[in-house]
């Protein structure tokens, strides 16, 4: 057997083999999918100003943040979702694989609340004036924007948040004991903590005019 098609031990290769392990899912896990946003789901989403939006392409997968004041996601109908896409750093991997491959998958957030609001559907991708102009802030408009045909949505289990208790975390984090953007670039460039420390200022100063 060729070293590429040996698997390890324990690995679970099979849908019999997951099914094994976790059974059939609970009646509600499964009756409370809807092929539209419900009306408790555009309130979640009218509240949420962050969100992760999941692609996938044939150079790869791409699970990308992006977020905003509550409201920042329009609905323009119960089908149809809209997400601005704002200036980046222009690797634009989830907008090509979108062009490549236009499935996605959304989890919407909402700070201190431990419940989120999953869509999946088929995106595409928007230079519409009108619609571009729905999303004007401070005078600008965003590049493009997503336009998400709802497959699938549904209010996700707890559980993670919970067990993580995710929004507690930072009280229980000492200062300086996280990675910033600064210490990232540091590591990139050969600098020093100074490097890295001067980088977070100038970072932060760039970003007051970059954000739309």
Known sequence: MDTADKVAPFSVTSLDDLAEIYH??????????????TEPGRAFIAASPFLMLATAGRAGVDCSPKGDVPGFVQLLDDRTIAIPDRPGNNRIDGLKNIIDNPRVGIIFMV????????????????????????????????????????EVAFSHC??????????????????????????????????????????????????????Y
């Open 24 to 37: 059939a899912p609970l009646a509600t896990a499964v009756t409370k999918e809807t092929d539209h946003v």
């Open 111 to 150: 700070p201190g609340s431990n419940s989120t609001y999953r869509v999946n559907g088929t995106a595409r991708i928007s230079t519409d004036p009108g619609l571009l102009g729905r999303f004007e802030v401070r005078g600008k408009l965003p590049r493009t924007v997503i336009v998400v045909a709802v």
């Open 158 to 211: 707890p559980k993670a948040f919970v067990r993580a208790k995710l929004w507690d975390s930072g009280r229980e984090i000492p200062p300086g004991h996280v990675p910033t953007h600064g210490d990232f670039a540091a590591y990139r460039d050969g600098g020093d903590k100074a490097y890295a420390e001067k980088y977070d200022v100038e970072y932060a100063e760039r970003m007051k005019s970059r954000l």
